[in-house]
């Protein structure tokens, strides 16, 4: 389906023709003065230069020949050549009859659907989640569902960090603790236990006292690194220690990550493509894309014209260890033999772009994946506190996820029992609800590239540019609908779309054409933050429509149902919208 903009320019086209000027100066775009015009078309300035002629007297001629038709309630050149435009009514009233009908509201789905991976999550198991891994968590499932309800074939990656130093820390300290364990008994041929040495609270608790006392004792650490390379090279009772740790942390992660309404599709690690390595090492090295620098195994990747320095992508360090590069280019030789993706978009902290660009490069110059297949960074920036710096806890320690998702609901425990509509046990619950959609809308909010501040006391407020503002106007209209009778999920293809009759109800009829227009841009720039700016804007003009109409008191039954139907348009933009965030709304609040 069309965009209300490609529509009006189509109208503005003829007027254009019938003048005598070229059609390519009719785009329309949607007003930045809408005190004085609701679409504007800029075209008279450019037609000047190629027609000699001021833009005032084209733009004149081209309103002459649009003063009938269907589309334009108003045409009017204003100096110095602009032409704005007011729609009719019915006009608009047709084409969200149009949406109304349609699956995808208007939207068009890919032509040519694509296979897009999206790597985001990127925990690191053993370690507790903290709120760095909240934003790549937050940011990541919305684009994943963006690109899948554009109707690509996407597939989420967790992309866990599962093969590092912390490993051979636990597994040092372990054996510290617990030295008559089999794992670390050279001799022990048997089976290892199927139970784990450890819970998730003592797991939890042993990484953090490892690290802390491995930075102390440079023996221990020694010992650490050593464990680390005795795993990676497969060692048998490190190796079982390492699926005891997996096997519980990855329990607790799914937890996690359930409670905040993200789900990967895929829960592949580092761990998964170490087989990978040797061949690709091999290869790199054969094909002459690899040498050998101050004993390390590089691959340049600098080109001409890098306004910074590149340095080259390190393959294996001298004493023949692979690294962070290593995993990331072995993951996508893997990607390519399992699942030939058009495109592989990293959501991952923009402080590692670096190695992002080393890692495309060296994957694209050494033919790990296609010429065509499309790398993407998408960095995010850092949550900071209200004092601007990283985002800590009370005590200045990093603030764990769970924590922080606890302190925000409780906030909202607090606001919706002094509402007073819900009882306790669904005030819990609603809490929860509304508790993500606050930390969810804080973030998506912003443009992902930049810092921002989180901020409890706004994030929660039921006013202003916040996620239960949102949530609060969709309950509102579920609220309205469900005393008019509405069923719940009422087929969209019976409503009927009366013209407005009032400037509130046209701008709340105007903000919903947006739509389709609005999803397109969205999806072109991977941009959630303009779906935040977007609901905001229809769900203020929603508000001053309620305020300014008797809805359910409308004696004109035919007029209440064509308010009826524009509330039930207008709650499934807004709930579709939100689902591409990852968050929903409750039923009361
Ligand atoms: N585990 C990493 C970290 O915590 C993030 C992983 C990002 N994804 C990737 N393919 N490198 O920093």
């Given amino acids: 389906m069309n965009t209300l903009s490609q529509l009006i320019t189509k109208e503005m086209e003829k007027g254009f023709v019938e003048a005598g000027y070229d059609a390519s100066y009719a785009k329309v775009t949607l007003s930045n003065r809408p005190d004085l015009c609701e679409y504007q078309c800029n075209g008279a300035m450019a037609a000047a230069k190629a027609y000699h002629k001021a833009p005032f007297m084209i733009a004149d001629d081209v309103v002459a020949h649009l003063q009938d038709g269907d589309c334009f309630a108003s045409v009017e050149a204003v100096k110095p050549g602009f032409i704005n435009l007011k729609l009719k009514p019915q006009f608009v009233a047709d084409f969200l009859q149009q949406m109304a009908e349609d699956e995808c509201l208007g939207m068009e789905r890919e032509a040519s659907p694509r296979t897009i991976m999206v790597d985001y999550g990127g925990p690191n198991v053993a370690k507790p989640l903290h709120v760095g891994h909240l934003r790549s968590a937050i940011i990541g499932e919305s684009v994943k569902r963006i690109m899948r309800y554009k109707g690509n074939q996407v597939i989420g990656d967790i992309h866990l960090g599962d093969w590092g130093y912390q490993m051979g820390l636990i597994i040092t300290e372990l054996e510290k603790r617990k030295p008559d364990l089999p794992y670390f008994d050279e001799n022990f041929m048997g089976e290892y236990p199927a139970e784990a040495p450890f819970t998730i609270g003592e797991l939890e608790e042993i990484y953090p006292t490892a690290s802390t006392y491995a930075k102390e004792h440079e023996e221990y650490r020694e010992k650490a690194l050593h464990a680390t390379y005795l795993l990676q090279n497969g060692h ?265 009759e009032n400037e509130f109800e046209k701008a709340l009829m105007l903000e919903i054409a947006r739509y389709n227009e609005m999803m397109d841009i969205v999806y072109e720039e991977i941009a959630p933050h303009k779906i935040c700016a977007y609901i905001y804007d229809v769900a203020n003009t929603f508000n001053k429509f309620y305020h300014e109409t008797k809805i359910l008191s409308e004696t004109d039954e035919e007029k209440k149902a064509g308010y009826i139907a524009l509330l039930v348009l207008t709650k499934k933009v807004l709930t579709t919208c939100i689902d591409l965030l990852g968050f929903e709304a409750p039923e009361r609040m």
């Avoid at 997996?246 to 905040?260: P, T």
């Avoid at 609603?430 to 993500?436: P, S």
């Fill in 236 to 500: 048998r009772g490190y190796r079982a220690v390492w699926n005891h740790i997996m096997q519980i942390s990855v329990a607790d992660l799914k937890k996690n990550y359930q409670n905040l309404n993200v789900d990967f599709d895929l829960w592949k690690g580092e761990a998964d493509v170490q087989k990978y390595i040797p061949d690709m090492v091999q290869r790199l090295k054969d094909e002459g894309f690899a040498h050998y620098d101050e004993g390390a195994l590089v691959v340049d990747v600098c080109e001409d014209g890098d306004k910074k320095e590149v340095p080259p992508c390190m393959i294996l360090k001298s004493d023949g260890a692979a690294l962070y590069d290593t995993t990331d280019l072995a993951t996508l030789v893997e990607r390519e033999e399992l699942y030939r993706p058009d495109e592989v978009i990293y959501v991952v902290d923009k402080r590692q772009e670096l190695h992002f660009v080393q890692v495309f490069r060296c994957a694209k110059k050494t033919g790990i994946v296609r010429p065509e297949t499309k790398l993407s960074f998408l960095g995010f920036g850092t949550m900071n506190g209200k004092d601007g710096k990283p985002f800590k806890t009370r005590e200045g320690g990093v603030m764990r996820l769970e924590n922080l998702i606890q302190e925000i609901d409780d906030e909202m425990y607090k606001k919706i029992m002094d509402n007073r509509t819900v009882d306790e046990g669904e005030a819990k619950e609603t809490a929860r609800t509304v508790g993500l959609a606050a930390i969810k809308y804080g973030d998506l909010w912003n443009q992902a590239a930049k810092d921002y501040v989180f901020d409890v006391d706004r994030f929660t407020s039921f006013e202003g540019n916040t996620g239960p503002y949102i949530l609060y106007t969709i309950v509102r209209i579920k609220s309205i609908l469900a005393k008019y009778g509405q069923p719940e999920g009422g087929k969209l293809e019976d409503l009927c779309l009366r013209a407005a």
